[in-house]
């Protein structure tokens, strides 16, 4: 199949391409032109994107993909062409054959790329490590904890030295055990004001602390998921000017919302992390808009009955994979990002992260591509979302951005 | 943001806490409940007002003295009442509070009275009610988690009002653990919006939330500095259920800190009143010659409750 | 003929004449119970007029309405007080105008939850007609026609003279 697309602004921010009314040319699966169409190409389809940005297909950096048909629909009709998934559905993913089976499951279906995160210990447990070899050799991209902190310091410590050995990744969520086992809200003024348990920022600072010195002993390539915090991000910052292998993200809703968000005990606001106060967001926004952390979904597809709850016995999480796009562009035209910085953050950033060849569109590159029309608004609603979670803060909101055409591999898995 | 309390017309339809409720709403409940404590002292104490309403009480936590107020309140105003306890064990078979809501409103039910360990629980049913275009029913937060208990802040309003007339000449002083306490929460807000000039918290740091000089409230740990020239005392029950470790190390160094001893006591203006939500910790957050002293205004703080809640209840239901 | 505002009779002229036709049934030492707050101020007048020693009752109907459904509970309520015993008492109930006759219906339930009292009569300055109920004066009043959406207000100067005024004529 040889695509011609054409006629739109073509962006990707790692090779700092930024053309309007330019055409991407694919073959076999990969991009075989940019601008100029390769010697004796000819098109078997062409896809007109007048008014629309072509973009590197989203690399989300976190999403729980919990029916993985609905999931994976989702995943494209956003955009999104590669899901890193944390290792904590039911069972986790301890065993190397597991690991294989939900790679070949995603490539049966063949939408959005599924990059799995194996556990770091069995069972998610934080005491014994998971065959770490074995997984990667299945198609775990990282390690990680999901959102489960590990308690015991010194399985940790084994554990990134384990790692490290191998030149593996571990993926951590910064939450210290202890002092957020039974907050469920922040620790700030609204949640004084609330009567709402709460989650002291310390209890991500603690944790960045004792990661980052772990990360100086073992030389363990760690990446941070999900920061909450303006102290925590400094934290972070500090250590990465110091050279050590560490990188962060951030869930595109810490963005854009705050404990304020609550409002009168809305249980679409509850996460883990929580949203914190508006020091922190602005802290998180402007390390973003630096480059220093990458963006993604923390997709996390919850049913009704488990929302529609008192907030402290509502599951945390929000739908994310079709927001993520137009959710982003809504955080970069208020923090006065660029059209291509902001989409660095959820495609060349994570790529980046992921140390795989993808997030681009050089000549060569995979061609997992987003099409999109910056410009056009459609309102979010339970029918206009493929996921099987229509839990979010945002139900009824209208969005701009809308997604028009998703490639993978150079096919067209997704049109409007 | 609209406030689920108010309907479009601005007039209450659902109590659900003190904070929100502009100062004119206030006032109409505590005149309200003045009418009420007068039908109280009859022989006859009940007023046709909610004749052929009902009103179920739906404690998910249990509290039979409170439960037993709303329903001599409702009874007086003569409503049916139904008292459902929902135990954990129900909610265990898989019926969620929504379900349990929706199965209730088909039962012909008019006013909900709601307790409930978790903080925003009556809001999620008021927001319901509305969705399923049932602004009919009405909803009394009598206790949510942490979060208020508006009941209990009214009729200490009533009590302060009662004993002191006027709000805005008053330093008041609540006591005690505040972190985990929906009634301090509810006086705050109410004596805030009611003009006090002066509210104080006093108790040790692990008992009193951050932030509360956000609320408009001055924080105290020593106890004696703290009830200075105090006009109204409204001392915390040290609520051993909701702690979970570390904040204490024992009710005898709480007592001694923070007691309420006629000793302390002496520190506020001599003719200054001493309130508790009750039941009381004696000797733990309260003397016994305190609580039986002629300061103390407890049990009328009872007797008002009952007028109180008549109050809340007959305005939100001919809303 | 439909009454205009520029021919308004003196109440408290109204009140004289109404103390006088009371006057006759003093043997049965009645208790007088104004109805707030154009009763409780006439009930005043004609406790004075007429050389009653008990204290005037002062009812709230409020509570005893048959319009709660419709229009929610008054957002003035004050509270009644009856500072004497009802049981075997002649009682004149007092109120300014008589329209559909609900106030007194709703008067005379709030006064039977306080005892049985040997009679009620109801004595008022205006009588608007308009019934709804079975109800009628006991004493004569001031018979007027109002014009459709006009109403009929009992006020108080600051002088603490009683005076009419016509609503919406």
């Given amino acids: 199949m040889n695509i011609e697309i054409s006629n739109g602004r073509v962006i990707c921010p790692k090779n700092g391409v930024d053309r309007d009314n330019a055409s991407v040319y694919i073959a076999h699966g990969r991009i075989v032109g940019l601008g100029e169409a390769p010697k004796g190409f000819v098109a078997t389809q062409k896809v007109d994107a007048s008014g629309c940005v072509v973009s590197p297909g989203l690399i989300d950096l976190g999403a729980r993909l919990n029916s993985i048909e609905a999931e994976l629909a989702a995943a494209v009709a956003g955009g999104v062409t590669s899901v890193v998934v944390p290792p904590d559905a039911d069972p986790p993913l301890d065993e190397p054959e597991l690991a294989d089976r939900r790679v070949h499951r995603g490539e049966e279906i063949g939408k959005a790329r599924v990059l799995p995160l194996g556990a770091l210990t069995l069972g998610l447990k934080g005491e014994r490590l998971a065959e770490l070899a074995g997984l990667k050799k299945a198609g775990c991209v990282a390690f990680s904890q999901a959102s489960r902190p590990v308690v015991d310091t010194e399985a940790l410590l084994r554990a990134m030295e384990y790692a490290a050995t191998f030149g593996f990744a571990v993926w951590l969520q910064p939450q210290d055990h202890w002092l957020s086992r039974s907050g469920i809200a922040h620790e700030g003024e609204v949640a004084s004001r609330l009567g709402l348990a709460g989650i002291p920022v310390a209890a991500e600072t603690i944790a960045v602390g004792s990661i980052i010195q772990l990360v100086r002993d073992t030389g363990c390539r760690v990446h941070l998921t999900r920061i909450s915090s303006a102290a925590g991000m400094s934290l972070i910052q500090r250590a990465a000017k110091e050279g050590l292998p560490i990188s962060c993200d951030v869930g595109i809703h810490h963005l854009l919302l705050t404990e304020n968000d609550i409002g009168y005990f809305n249980p679409h606001a509850r996460f883990v992390p929580p949203l914190r106060a508006q020091g922190d967001r602005q802290a998180l926004s402007d390390v973003a808009a630096a480059g220093g952390a990458a963006i993604c979904s923390d997709h996390t597809p919850v049913g009704a009955d488990d929302k529609l709850l008192p907030f402290g016995e509502a599951k945390p999480g929000a739908t994310g994979l079709e927001v993520l796009l137009p959710l982003t562009l809504k955080w970069a035209e208020a923090a006065g990002v660029s059209l291509p910085a902001a989409l660095a953050r959820i495609t060349s950033a994570p790529a980046e992260i992921l140390g795989v060849d993808g997030g681009s569109l050089a000549v060569g590159a995979p061609a997992d591509i987003c099409v999109f029309d910056p410009q056009a608004s459609w309102q979010l609603a339970p029918e206009a979302l493929r996921s099987r979670g229509k839990n979010s803060p945002w139900m009824g909101y209208m969005m701009t951005g809308k997604v028009m055409h998703t490639l993978v591999d150079g096919r067209i898995v997704y049109s409007t | ?319 | 003929m439909t009454l205009l505002p520029d021919s308004l009779p003196d109440a408290e002229a109204q009140c004289l004449q109404l103390a006088e036709a009371i006057r006759p049934s003093l043997s049965k030492n009645p208790a007088l119970v104004g109805i707030f707050s154009g009763g409780v101020w006439i009930a005043e007048r004609l406790r004075a007029l007429l050389g009653l020693s008990d204290d005037i009752g002062m009812i709230d109907v409020s509570f005893y309405r048959d319009d709660f459904a419709e229009k929610g509970l008054h957002p003035q309520c004050r509270p009644t007080t009856i500072p004497f015993d009802v049981q075997d008492r002649h009682i004149i109930l007092v109120d300014d105008v008589l329209y559909t006759g609900r106030t007194t219906r709703a008067a005379i339930n709030e006064l039977f939850d306080y005892g049985r009292p040997a009679s009620v009569q109801l004595a008022v300055l205006a009588d608007r007609g308009g019934r709804e109920l079975p109800i009628d004066k006991s004493f004569p009043a001031w018979d007027v026609t109002l014009a459709e959406g006009a109403n009929l207000v009992l006020e108080r100067n600051p002088q603490g003279l009683l005076a009419w005024r016509l609503e919406n004529a």
Wanted: with cysteine.
């Fill in chain 2, 1 to 319: 943001m609209h406030n689920p309390q108010l309907n479009n017309k601005g007039e209450l339809t659902h109590l659900l806490s003190t904070e929100g409720l502009p100062a004119a709403i206030l006032t109409q409940i505590l005149d309200t409940a003045a009418s009420f404590m007068e039908v109280s002292s009859r022989d006859v104490k009940k007023v046709p007002l909610l004749r052929g309403k009902s009103v179920f009480n739906l404690f998910f936590e249990n509290s039979t003295r409170t439960r037993t107020t709303f329903e001599i309140a409702a009874k007086r105003l003569s409503a049916d009442v139904i008292n459902l306890d929902i135990t954990r064990s129900s909610t265990a078979k898989g019926e969620t509070l929504l379900d349990t809501i929706d199965n209730l409103c088909a039962m012909d039910a008019n006013l909900f009275v709601v307790r409930h360990a978790s903080s925003g629980a009556p809001y999620l049913i008021a927001e319901h009610l509305h969705k399923i275009g049932r602004d009919d029913i009405h909803v009394v937060n009598a206790g949510d988690g942490r979060h208020a208990h508006p009941t209990q802040g009214l009729l200490d309003m009533y009590t302060i009002r009662h004993y002191k007339k006027d709000f805005t000449q008053l330093r008041v002083a609540i006591v005690g653990d505040i972190l985990h306490s929906r009634v301090a929460r509810s006086d705050i807000h109410a004596l805030t919006t009611l003009g006090v000039p002066e509210v104080r918290a006093i108790g040790p740091e692990t008992l009193l939330p951050k932030y509360l000089d956000k609320l408009g409230v001055h924080v105290y740990h020593d106890m004696a500095e703290g009830l200075r020239d105090c006009d109204v005392v409204i001392m915390l029950r040290l609520q051993n259920e909701r702690m979970n470790g570390a904040l204490l190390p024992s009710a005898g160094e709480y007592f001694r800190h923070y007691g309420l001893t006629p000793h302390m006591l002496a520190m506020a203006k001599p003719d200054a009143i001493v309130m508790h939500p009750g039941p009381m910790n004696r000797g733990v957050e309260i003397h016994s010659a305190v609580a039986d002293g002629p300061q103390a205004v407890i049990l009328p703080q009872v007797t008002f409750g009952i007028a109180v809640r008549m109050a809340v209840m007959s305005i939100v239901a001919g809303n």
